[in-house]
């Protein structure tokens, strides 16, 4: 049994008002490569008016050293335009698309209804079919809903079975604004694996440092073996009321596979060197 873990630090920085220089990203991510994980979300290819932190995301493709690792790249696209951007990058393997169960976050996150998003997932899907990428969709909302609108697990289902028709074979269950907790993670977990088996689901969730353990624990127990995490919990959530909510940090992932005696491809001592490096470049 084996674990997937991918580093998120495209997630922990894109909020960040004041921008990272191009070279002090390379220069962290490059370690990053060094440690193990199976996936690094590295950047986006959205509108720089919207996320100013992303506007260099070429240039750091273009500067990063993949010589020494197995890591494979991220990148999270809005639109169609920003999947043919990313596809032209030789060393980015995976397109990730943010799709939510809410309508009126869809429009918030990518300026396009469920059902005008639904058509760009399709051209994306078979853009990667065509340029040996896969995408993930990111499926937001999925715990919750704070807009009044209707949400019950049979909506998630409905929009993971129309996905799955479309030819998505990646989704990462994702907990926006910090509303999941131990119960509605197995629930949905619990749910899904077992209805759509030939999808591979993950968890990209938010929590408390208190809470980490457990949502890990309660998504692993249903067969999750794909989590997304920050080093340190970076990042956060902004939608959430509690701001202690942040990202799954990466220590204690790591410390809950070790404790379980699962299998992981993280060099210890890479790992370190990156956590000590964290501090800096966060802030």
Same mark, same amino acid.
């Given at each position: ?7 998120? =630090?495209?997630?922990?920085? &894109?909020g960040?008002?004041?921008f990272?220089p191009t070279?002090k990203?390379?220069d ?9 994980f199976?996936?690094?979300?590295i950047g ?6 919207i996320? =100013? &932190? ?6 750091v ?8 690792s197995?890591s494979k ?9 920003g999947?043919?951007?990313?596809v032209?990058?030789?060393n980015?393997?995976?397109l990730?698309y =943010? ?5 009126i976050?869809?429009k918030k996150?990518?300026n ?5 998003s639904?058509?760009?997932?399709? %051209?994306?899907?078979n853009l990667?079919?065509q ?5 993930i ?7 919750g809903? =704070? ?5 019950s697990?049979?909506i ?7 996905l799955s028709?479309?030819?998505v074979?990646?989704?990462?269950i ?17 749910s899904?694996i077992?209805e759509f088996e030939?999808?591979?689901f993950?968890?990209h969730l938010h ?7 457990? %949502?890990?624990?309660?998504?692993f ?10 080093i ?6 902004p939608?959430? &009321?509690?701001n202690?909510?942040?990202?799954i ?18 060099n ?11 501090t800096?470049?966060?802030?």
């Amino acid at each position: 049994m084996r674990v997937k873990i991918t580093e998120c =630090p495209r997630d922990a920085i &894109q909020g960040i008002k004041g921008f990272i220089p191009t070279s002090k990203k390379i220069d962290f991510y490059n370690c990053l490569l060094e440690v193990g994980f199976d996936i690094i979300d590295i950047g986006s290819f959205v509108s720089p008016k919207i996320i =100013p &932190q992303m506007k260099d995301t070429g240039s750091v493709l273009d500067g990063i050293n993949m010589d020494k690792s197995f890591s494979k790249l991220l990148v999270i696209v809005a639109n169609y335009a920003g999947a043919l951007n990313a596809v032209n990058y030789d060393n980015v393997s995976f397109l990730g698309y =943010p799709f939510s169960v809410s309508n009126i976050f869809q429009k918030k996150n990518t300026n396009k209804t469920i059902y005008d998003s639904i058509k760009d997932v399709e %051209k994306i899907n078979n853009l990667c079919v065509q340029k040996d990428k896969n995408l993930i969709i990111y499926l937001s909302m999925a715990f919750g809903n =704070p807009y009044k609108e209707n949400y019950s697990l049979d909506i998630v289902n409905h929009w993971i079975s129309y996905l799955s028709k479309i030819g998505v074979k990646k989704i990462m269950i994702s907990d926006t604004i910090g509303l999941a907790n131990d119960s509605s993670i197995s629930m949905l977990f619990g749910s899904v694996i077992k209805e759509f088996e030939k999808i591979e689901f993950g968890a990209h969730l938010h929590s408390s440092k208190s809470s980490v353990f457990s %949502k890990i624990n309660s998504a692993f127990n249903e067969g999750c073996r794909v989590f997304d995490s920050v080093i340190k919990g970076y990042g956060g959530c902004p939608m959430a &009321q509690d701001n202690m909510i942040g990202n799954i940090d990466t220590e204690q992932l790591v410390n809950f596979l070790f404790e379980k005696k699962i299998k992981t491809n993280i060099n210890f001592a890479k790992f370190k060197k990156a956590v000590n490096l964290s501090t800096d470049f966060y802030n």
